[in-house]
């Protein structure tokens, strides 16, 4: 296939709905995030990543599965490859896809979220990882099977997409002062650990807050809290590099 993230989830979407583990999936990167193959080595290179479709190896992958409110108010359920969250980050997401991606990925990510922390304000969350309970003001909820998200960021560096567990990032009270100084770490994969940051590991997470939430699927904005995302295993076949 030949896209960037939203192109990829459709395409998971789908394999997964129809059971097809089977088959396998080649990317041919063109997107603005392009942030799920920055996980396995795959080049945006389009010459270069057709040679790995052709050559390369395949890699068995989990997938996660996520189940909440739709902007229509009803309950829907979605798949993901990458890194799906709850907070801030879901309205990014929703600014990103809003405004032009002209200025390339890492500038439209930057940009919106400087832009939406700006008047972001940080609430209650009530959160569950595997039945251990997390809760308290915070900022956002990542829910990572990969590594990097927001046109670079490499939110969650350790996070495997084939150990069966999601590395859930749990991002507190953070202030403005705390973003400023964190990015070019969040960028390198420095941040952690962080005082104000906390980060678990699990297959099962739940996601609540009084007020609803905006929930992001691999860049998508498709609805809100309360949302529950599981770990799917073996869900996917992915070529990489050899």
């Not at 059971?19 to 795959?42: K, N, Y």
């Not at 829910?143 to 046109?151: L, M, S, Y």
């Not at 650990?193 to 929930?215: N, S």
Request: hydrophobic share 45%; glycine share 12%.
């Amino acid at each position: 296939m030949v896209g960037g993230d939203g192109t990829v989830n459709e395409a998971v979407n789908g394999l997964i709905a129809a059971g097809r583990q089977d088959v396998e999936l080649a990317v041919l990167p063109r997107g603005t995030g392009t942030d799920f193959v920055r996980s396995f080595g795959i080049p945006t290179d389009i010459e270069q990543a057709a040679r790995i479709a052709v050559e390369g190896r395949t890699r068995v992958l989990d997938a996660g599965k996520v189940t909440y409110r739709s902007w229509a108010g009803g309950e829907a359920v979605a798949y993901f490859a990458n890194i799906a969250s709850a907070g801030m980050s879901g309205a990014v997401a929703k600014r990103t896809n809003e405004t032009t991606k002209l200025l390339g990925g890492k500038a439209s990510y930057l940009l919106a979220t400087l832009a939406v922390f700006a008047g972001w304000r940080n609430t209650e969350l009530q959160i569950t990882v595997d039945g251990a309970i997390r809760s308290g003001r915070m900022n956002d909820a990542i829910v990572a099977n990969a590594r990097f998200f927001g046109g670079g960021m490499q939110i969650c560096p350790d996070a495997q997409p084939d150990d069966g567990l999601f590395d859930v990032l749990l991002l507190g009270d953070i202030t403005k002062a705390d973003l400023l100084l964190n990015l070019p770490k969040i960028y390198r994969g420095t941040h952690l650990p962080h005082p104000r940051a906390e980060l678990l590991r699990g297959a099962v997470v739940t996601v609540d807050a009084p007020t609803p939430l905006p929930v992001e699927i691999d860049g998508e904005q498709p609805g809100t809290t309360p949302a529950r995302f599981e770990i799917v295993r073996d869900a996917l076949s992915l070529r990489v590099p050899a």
